[in-house]
């Protein structure tokens, strides 16, 4: 997991992974460091919403959590983002944000947010939590979630200060955003403390915060010290998923975790842990979910030759728990080696995808470090792989990338088929791709056949570390890739999503973001408009 970028007591067992119901130590108290505190301009709450909430069925346009939707698809539905009107783009001067703090977590959004007005939600390093106006980024109420860490303490990482890193997740009909908080002093962290926040004004939720310090599963306890959340935080069915990984560096003994909190009682937490040092659950994107499970991807384990569960793709059922059946996990054939060179298969979210007429159809797609991509079965995982590492490996696998892919990717079907949009790493190129083409932005495109089956449609040139989201003006047309030159061009940046070709070149001088965007973050799409979150601030953009 080098290059990390800041991206139980027990009742079953299976070999070196583990099915457990967690003891759960005490919760830190709300006054200290872990206190927190909120300043409001909203006056009262205004009604809740008759959506279904995370994972289907949400108020159009909101946007709850990473990636728009619970299967990490990016899939945006904007009519107003036609190939004409998107080739015109430009920062939109009305809208001013100021805030305090660096930004890893994406923004997200609520359409009938306070006074039932649309709310526009970041989150911030520095442990600030702000709530903005849609209108003109004015501040609607803010709350501080104590003091952040200004060094991991366990000896390496990426990040300074250690806030708020993973991007939050919003249930709308309780209108409750869960956020974790790393809250320390100038040389460690001392918690991650999970926060469940009012949209409306920012205070807490009974029985919150809740502090992970002593959850234990499978014969580990939680150290906050080493341990870092990066992914985006799940929400599915009532249970608080918030995955970890180690810090930039891998120093100390961390794990690879998924603590589920049942959030009408914190106190039943579960949770899924790798049984080997490693195998962090660190990708931006988080885990996904069709609606039911839970997929998660591991990262490479240290110090042995028994297969613990890293560089693996995992199911995990209601409350985290983990069967053990090959049915409910897959690690490809080379594991070994893929753990020996750091090549996570955890550097990338595993994104749910439907093939229409494919068999099966019903996909989740893993993306390795390596440069490959692995199509797996959802109904079955399939276990150890049995291909040569590269090929043959579950459904099928290819080598796409010639550098490794560490992003939040996306997916989208059209009437040209079903596509997965990637990142590699620092501008390494991808692989196959059409003649002519080159770059670091890759479109994948998944047959409908029996089995489906990988191929490079087009590659591009990101101009940056982004991570991709995608529109469509309906189910099925003028697909756009958006992406921003994030420690790169500092731009927007927009390709037709089956093709490659440009759709916005960046724009002007006055479209240059000046504050930095941080690596694998992705914008969101609000009524017409791109919006991106960069230290200290928000940027939108829109159509003439």
């Avoid at 992406?483 to 960046?506: K, P, Y």
């Amino acid at each position: 997991m080098r290059t990390r970028s800041l991206l139980i007591a027990c009742t079953v067992s299976f070999g070196p992974a583990v099915l457990c119901a967690c003891s759960k130590g005490s919760k830190a108290s709300t006054s200290g460091a872990g206190a927190a505190q909120s300043t409001s301009a909203a006056t009262t709450a205004t009604g809740s919403s008759s959506s279904s909430g995370v994972g289907g069925g949400f108020i159009t346009g909101s946007v709850l959590q990473r990636n728009k939707h619970a299967s990490r698809d990016g899939l945006y539905v904007e009519p107003a983002l036609t190939p004409a009107a998107a080739a015109s783009m430009h920062l939109d001067t009305s809208f001013a944000v100021t805030m305090q703090g660096n930004v890893y977590a994406q923004p997200l959004y609520v359409e009938n947010g306070p006074n039932g007005k649309g709310t526009f939600y970041a989150a911030t390093e520095s442990d600030n939590i702000y709530a903005l106006s849609e209108a003109d980024g004015s501040i609607v109420w803010q709350r501080s979630l104590g003091t952040p860490a200004g060094v991991s303490g366990a000896g390496c990482g990426n990040v300074a200060p250690i806030g708020v890193t993973g991007t939050p997740v919003i249930d709308l009909p309780s209108r409750t955003m869960y956020v974790d908080a790393a809250i320390g002093d100038a040389t460690t962290i001392q918690h991650h403390m999970v926060h469940a926040l009012s949209i409306d004004d920012g205070s807490e939720r009974a029985g919150f915060p809740f502090d992970t310090t002593g959850v234990a599963a499978g014969g580990q306890v939680f150290n906050p010290v080493v341990q870092n959340q990066r992914g985006s935080l799940l929400f599915v069915n009532g249970t608080l998923y918030v995955p970890f990984g180690g810090h930039g560096g891998d120093c100390g003994e961390y794990r690879g975790w998924v603590i589920g909190i049942p959030v009408a009682n914190p106190s039943g937490v579960n949770a899924f842990v790798t049984q080997a040092r490693g195998g962090g659950i660190w990708a931006a994107g988080g885990p996904s979910s069709d609606g039911t499970d839970v997929f998660a991807s591991t990262g490479n384990t240290f110090g042995g030759n028994t297969f613990s569960f890293g560089e693996t793709v995992v199911r995990l059922t209601a409350g985290a728990a983990f069967s053990g059946a090959t049915t409910d996990y897959f690690a490809p054939s080379n594991w070994k080696p893929l753990d020996d060179a750091d090549a996570d298969l955890g550097g990338s979210g595993p994104l749910v995808v439907d093939v229409p007429g494919a068999t099966p159809s019903k996909l989740v797609v893993a993306l390795g470090k390596n440069g490959v991509v692995y199509l797996l079965d959802r109904s079955d995982l399939g276990g150890i792989g049995t291909g040569d590492g590269t090929t043959g490996e579950g459904v099928a696998s290819a080598k796409v990338a010639n550098a490794e892919i560490i992003n939040a990717a996306a997916s989208f079907t059209s009437a040209q088929g079903t596509f997965v949009i990637l990142h590699v790493y620092m501008s390494g190129p991808g692989a196959n791709c059409p003649p002519g083409q080159s770059g670091d932005l890759v479109g994948l495109k998944i047959s409908a056949s029996s089995p489906p089956t990988i191929s490079t449609a087009w590659c591009a040139d990101n101009l940056g570390q982004g991570s991709p989201i995608v529109t469509m003006t309906d189910a099925t047309s003028n697909p756009i890739v958006w992406t921003t030159g994030a420690e790169g061009s500092q731009r927007l940046h927009g390709f037709n999503a089956e093709t490659g070709a440009i759709v916005f070149d960046g724009g002007g001088a006055t479209d240059l973001m000046t504050q930095q965007v941080r690596r694998f973050n992705s914008p969101i799409v609000v009524n017409g408009r791109i919006i991106v979150g960069a230290d200290n601030t928000l940027y939108a953009f829109k159509t003439p």
